[in-house]
């Protein structure tokens, strides 16, 4: 298969990737079924059921919401983040949805979306039915989808293979592994970023996609900025946690002493906490591979164009060309779903990417970033995924952050050395799947283990 560097990279909405934006992404499929099939105007119930992780702490990730505007027709790309909950509160209040937009039908919420906290769908643990009746009960259509990690969405067909859909396109330059990738830069006397560029040209132009790169970082540095602004004193949900980030930015702005060494430390954390503190209030986002890790790349952006003298557009480009040549190496050779492999496959692959695009605008050479990327995924093995009342805030906020600095600190050491090291990207993205694979399900997104479970929601 091929994948695009806007696979990795597109315009959603908080407060998690495989739990909002991709049952979000399949409802709206299973409407557009109905629609394709001619079946729309027969429809008078949809029983949505969400299981494994999805029905775990769906709740907290807003599955169950995203699943109704799904349905009525709304797309993670486009849909009003600021009117989002009073659109399912209305639903649920009139007992009326519009399917697809355009289909009025009854709805009941507790008896039309159902989670399952103890059952699960065979190929993975992010699966959800859909189920469509007429007037009479009788089924017009049923369907079942896996979210299967960055608002990646698969149908029943394409079960077990972690992609939307079969892509056949013909790339000049293929690549699956880390040493295809770096034979393809030996031979041709590209960088990473060069090839990723050649790649893309299959699919768009390099205008097209200069503006659709440029637009995603426009809403990344919206989204920073909306994090800063914000001024209701906590986040949504049970815990109450207190937004930092507004007041972190006041703090930061008010001070001219530049002689902290650790300054551009400060503002790294402040950007990865603006991003969280958003993805946790359903804001928009971009995926980056993920929700639950979307700060990452985005505050080691801010750090290169705060901080790094000459940064412009162009590379701002290259840098998300090569971190995404690395989400594809993640992608294709283990997951980037939390209720997979655990946070390893989040933050872990986020900052690997971060610290690959870092180190390539600092004029890395592909041996370099290579093993940039290796560093970052390497000292994030084993991270489990365990949200804390099954929000996307208590540990994952600070954790991208940790992380944000974790990727600059994966690029500096790159680039102070030749690029030569022992453990290859390859094999530590080899020793990721094989850890989340002997990971016990607890910590794999469920909120039924780690700190989920020690630490008291109030």
């Not at 990690?149 to 859909?165: H, K, P």
């Not at 989400?327 to 971060?354: D, P, R, Y």
């Not at 994966?410 to 680039?415: D, P």
């Amino acid at each position: 298969m091929a994948l695009s560097t806007l696979d990795l990279f597109s315009v959603g909405i908080g407060p998690s990737s495989s739990h909002t934006v991709g049952p979000m992404r399949a409802a709206r499929l299973f409407t557009n079924s109905l629609a394709a099939a001619g079946l729309l105007e027969s429809v008078a119930r949809v029983k949505s059921e969400l299981f494994g992780s999805l029905g775990a702490t769906g709740h907290g990730h807003g599955s169950d919401k995203a699943v109704i505007l799904g349905l009525q027709g709304e797309s993670p790309e486009t849909v009003d983040t600021d009117r989002a909950d009073q659109m399912v509160a209305d639903a649920a209040h009139a007992r009326k949805l519009n399917l697809a937009g355009s289909r009025p039908i009854s709805f009941y919420k507790d008896d039309d979306v159902i989670l399952h906290r103890r059952k699960s769908l065979p190929a993975h643990p992010n699966g959800m039915t859909f189920t469509a009746y007429d007037a009479e009960g009788t089924v017009l259509r049923e369907g079942t989808f896996y979210s299967v990690g960055g608002g990646f969405v698969v149908d029943e067909q394409a079960a077990g293979a972690d992609r939307i859909v079969e892509d056949s396109t013909v790339l000049p330059y293929p690549f699956t592994t880390g040493a295809q990738l770096l034979a393809h830069c030996r031979r041709e006397g590209m960088r990473i970023s060069d090839i990723m560029l050649a790649n893309e040209l299959a699919w768009r132009t390099e205008e097209e996609l200069r503006s659709e790169l440029l637009h995603i970082w426009s809403v990344m540095k919206e989204c920073v900025s909306n994090g800063c602004e914000r001024i209701d004193p906590t986040l949504p949900g049970g815990l109450k946690v207190p937004r930092r980030a507004p007041r972190l930015f006041a703090e930061l702005s008010a001070t001219t002493d530049e002689s902290d060494p650790m300054r551009a430390m400060d503002w790294v954390n402040l950007f990865a906490l603006a991003v969280n503190e958003e993805n946790a209030s359903g804001g928009r986002i971009v995926t980056a591979p993920t929700n639950g890790a979307a700060g990452i790349v985005p505050a080691v952006l801010h750090y290169y164009e705060k901080f790094i003298p000459g940064a412009n557009d162009d590379g701002v480009i290259r840098f998300l060309l090569t971190a995404a040549a690395v989400g594809i190496l993640f992608k294709e050779n283990a997951s980037i779903s939390g209720a997979e492999v655990g946070c390893q496959g989040e933050v872990g692959s986020a900052c690997s990417m971060a610290a690959a695009g870092l180190c390539e605008v600092l004029g890395g050479t592909p041996e370099q970033v290579e093993n940039a990327a290796e560093v970052g995924i390497e000292h994030n093995l084993g991270l489990t995924c365990d949200p804390v009342g099954g929000l996307v805030q208590i540990p994952c906020i600070e954790r991208n952050a940790i992380a944000s600095n974790k990727a600059i600190n994966a690029a500096r050491m790159a680039m102070r050395g030749d690029g030569t090291h022992k453990v290859s990207l390859d094999k530590a993205i080899k020793t990721m799947r094989e850890t989340g694979a002997d990971m016990k399900i607890k910590y794999k997104e469920t909120s039924r283990g780690g700190l989920a479970v020690n630490v008291i929601e109030c």
